[in-house]
T-cell receptor, first 114, second 115 residues
Framework: EADIYQTPRYLVIGTGKKITLECSQT?????MYWYQQDPGMELHLIHY???????EKGDLSSESTVSRIRTEHFPLTLESARPSHTSQYLCASTKGGTGKTEAFFGQGTRLTVV | AQSVTQLGSHVSVSEGALVLLRCNYSSSVPPYLFWYVQYPNQGLQLLLK??????LVKGINGFEAEFKKSETSFHLTKPSAHMSDAAEYFC?????????????FGKGTKLSVKP
């Protein structure tokens, strides 16, 4: 099993609240990713990181922000949640940054903003 | 630029029947290809991957895929479907030749298995 963990698994929160989705991996992987996935839909890359102090925006524009202060930790933050942010968020990591190795995924956080 | 097309957003088979999920790719470099499975309310799990070497790749749960360069395809098959195979399946190609080195996913195919 992959050693990558996301918390919480499910979150229902009111509009305007600040939220942080946690992602941690114990594999020592340098590269980490956040994907957004609407029900029954494709995955959209919203953020990625090559390592500590590196963050990049993905293909899909997102109002969320990320940080990478430690190799194993890659949290995602929404300063003011809105109903349009309702989605599933998947965290992943890869051993290298070149794209030649498979990604390991967390179980996801299903966010509902009411 | 790399891209992936999965034909059929929904495939339904009977238990015991052949499973065939189609994936075509576009890549400017020799492709690295992956198939992932996603069960409801779960993350993605790697089924199999092709990097170099043998073009027929065997994965977990009895699945296999064949890389066909001439057809730019990487179709996923399983000889006999089980009820437990019902899930969403994603094909992905690596952008390792680009500046980012990210995985590019198809839109997914939902597999239903009828008793």
């Amino acid at each position: 099993e992959a050693d990558i963990y996301q918390t919480p698994r499910y979150l229902v929160i009111g509009t305007g609240k600040k939220i942080t989705l946690e992602c941690s991996q114990t594999m020592g992987h340098d590269k980490m990713y956040w994907y957004q996935q609407d029900p029954g839909m494709e995955l959209h890359l919203i953020h990625y990181s090559y390592g500590v102090n590196s963050t990049e925006k993905g293909d899909l524009s997102s109002e969320s922000t990320v940080s990478r202060i430690r190799t194993e930790h890659f949290p995602l933050t929404l300063e003011s949640a809105r109903p349009s942010h309702t989605s599933q968020y998947l965290c992943a990591s890869t051993k290298g940054g070149t794209g030649k190795t498979e990604a390991f995924f967390g179980q996801g956080t299903r966010l509902t903003v009411v | 630029a790399q891209s992936v097309t999965q034909l059929g957003s929904h495939v339904s088979v009977s238990e015991g029947a052949l499973v065939l999920l189609r994936c075509n790719y576009s890549s400017s470099v020799p492709p690295y290809l992956f198939w992932y499975v996603q069960y409801p309310n779960q993350g993605l799990q790697l089924l199999l991957k092709y990097t170099t070497g043998a073009t027929l790749v065997k994965g977990i749960n009895g699945f296999e895929a064949e890389f066909k360069k001439s057809e730019t395809s990487f179709h996923l098959t399983k000889p006999s479907a089980h009820m437990s195979d019902a899930a969403e399946y994603f094909c992905a190609v690596s952008d390792y030749g680009g500046s980012q080195g990210n995985l590019i996913f198809g839109k997914g195919t939902k597999l239903s298995v009828k008793p």
